[in-house]
């Protein structure tokens, strides 16, 4: 049951974060459409930078409140809340004032002087969303976790309308920012009302030790998360400083990213990973490396061939979501469906379950230097695409790195713990059926029907050819299965 909950919990908060990439996906294609190239480069800068200086105030905070608040009794949690989130609004404060005063220099970074009065009027938005990051983290905890499932949707629902309602009334760039900060405000105001409802006849106590100890606590995690949010943006940011915001609009259109895919991932590994730990323990590294396995060929079922389909039909996906004006993100796009390839998993998560939070900081460290100095040589070798493939390049090598040192702590071979064959086979199948379900361009339909049709072809190829090497992981009516197996005999 405990392991039951756990998931669920779990399912909860990255069902959260996979709405709000959905709600951030349908307002890009709104925005991108609407805002001149221009305008709509400048929005992404502004949430670039307001991204990445949130994230290093984050100052990994949320995971501090799922490990203490478990353990404190209701006047205890009150007062850990309550400190959390008025250090969260300090921690705001201080966003703002970075934003403020450094968008110049950032705006003469990516040589975009419209970023100046951007960036000064969008450094209110992190003293609102700042303290309300942590909400499904709290509600979580104090079970309240169909509740965080209800706001998770409905927050993101909202603020998709506000954006539509802006753009019908032809708001100005400049009038979507000031939205968007009144939709932070509304939604710490009425996260604020519904936490300390929960605890509104409970006295409570600041505690500077509880203060300390969440502090010791939250940042070496949120150390290493602004490494891993520097990696991941990294390439966006020596765009911005090596070509024109047009550019810029372009290559980000490029970096999106198909939500379901981490949802199912996270998912797996809530279930998984206490399960691998067990086994760790009890010294059954045969268990160990078989549940593994098998989960990681389950999941690279449904990842590598969506990948493959939209590797296909990038141009076409690109055009249908965003229009003509950005096809040329479809490039950029291509590439960054590469990296789901080692998205089947979380290498550091099993690392962090089995006590090796260290070696996860340090493999973080070294990705991000390397992940440096190949953006500054990727664009100097293959231009526009350089930091994507830069990007790329550093996604495999953390993987390679976390892999190889479970490997060697569980005391496995490295050719033993991956299952190398049939995830390859699952591979080939896909590409196969990519290029199968390819033909279906020379009919020269519009992008709608050309994916429709195209998937609908790779993904009947794919099941029937699946069925005679991987038939374990797809489950068919059994009419449909007892046909197949009459047809090989």
């Not at 493999?363 to 990727?378: A, G, M, P, R, S």
Request: glycine fraction near 4%; include cysteine; aromatic fraction near 18%.
């Amino acid at each position: 049951m405990v392991t039951d909950s756990y998931s669920f919990k779990t399912f909860i908060i990255t069902s959260g974060r996979s709405v709000e990439r959905i709600v951030l996906l349908f307002m890009s294609i709104i925005l991108s459409r609407y805002l001149s190239q221009d305008d709509f480069g400048t929005y992404r800068q502004v949430f670039l930078i307001t991204g990445l200086i949130i994230t290093i105030f984050t100052f990994g905070i949320p995971h501090s409140i799922n490990y203490f608040i478990p353990q404190f009794n209701k006047e205890r949690q009150k007062s850990f809340i309550a400190q959390t989130i008025v250090f969260q609004i300090f921690l705001g404060f201080f966003s703002a004032i970075v934003l403020w005063f450094g968008a110049g220099f950032i705006a003469n970074l990516f040589n975009n002087p419209n970023l100046i009065k951007f960036l000064k009027l969008f450094a209110f938005y992190p003293i609102f969303s700042l303290p309300a990051m942590s909400y499904s983290n709290i509600f979580i905890c104090i079970n309240k976790a169909k509740l965080s499932g209800l706001l998770s949707p409905a927050f993101g629902l909202i603020k998709f309308f506000l954006i539509l309602l802006s753009v019908l009334l032809n708001f100005s760039i400049e009038y979507i920012f000031i939205v968007i900060i009144l939709f932070a405000i509304i939604q710490l105001l009425l996260i604020l009302f519904l936490i300390f409802k929960v605890f509104y006849r409970i006295k409570f106590k600041l505690s500077f030790d509880d203060f300390i100890d969440q502090i010791k606590f939250a940042m070496p995690i949120g150390v290493s998360s602004i490494l891993g949010i520097v990696i991941v943006k990294i390439d966006q940011i020596m765009i911005s400083s090596y070509f024109s915001v047009e550019e810029y609009a372009t290559y980000s259109i490029g970096t999106l990213e198909i939500p379901f895919i981490n949802i199912l991932t996270a998912s797996a590994m809530a279930i998984l990973t206490p399960y691998l730990v067990q086994q760790y323990k009890n010294k059954r590294m045969d268990l160990f490396v078989s549940k593994w396995n098998s989960s990681l060929l389950k999941i690279s079922y449904i990842v590598f061939p969506v990948s493959i389909f939209f590797i296909f039909f990038s141009q076409e996906t690109i055009i249908l979501l965003y229009s003509n004006k950005y096809a040329a993100s479809a490039s950029i796009f291509k590439i960054y469906l590469l990296r789901l390839f080692v998205k089947i998993t979380f290498f550091g998560h099993i690392l962090l379950a089995l006590g090796k939070s260290k070696i996860i900081f340090t493999y973080t460290l070294i990705t991000l230097i390397v992940n440096i100095i190949l953006n500054f040589l990727f664009i100097k070798i293959f231009g526009f695409t350089g930091p994507a493939i830069a990007s790329v390049f550093s996604a495999f090598l953390i993987s390679l790195l976390q892999l190889n040192k479970i490997s060697k702590i569980i005391k496995i071979k490295f050719s033993q713990i991956w299952s190398w064959k049939k995830l390859f086979l699952i591979l080939f199948i896909s590409i196969i059926c990519g290029y199968i379900s390819s033909f279906i361009k020379l009919l020269k339909m519009n992008e709608v029907f050309s994916i429709i049709s195209g998937g609908i072809l790779f993904l009947s190829f794919y099941i029937i050819i699946t069925q005679y090497f991987l038939k374990e992981y797809l489950i068919l009516p059994i009419k449909i299965q007892s046909v197949i197996r009459r047809s090989r005999k």
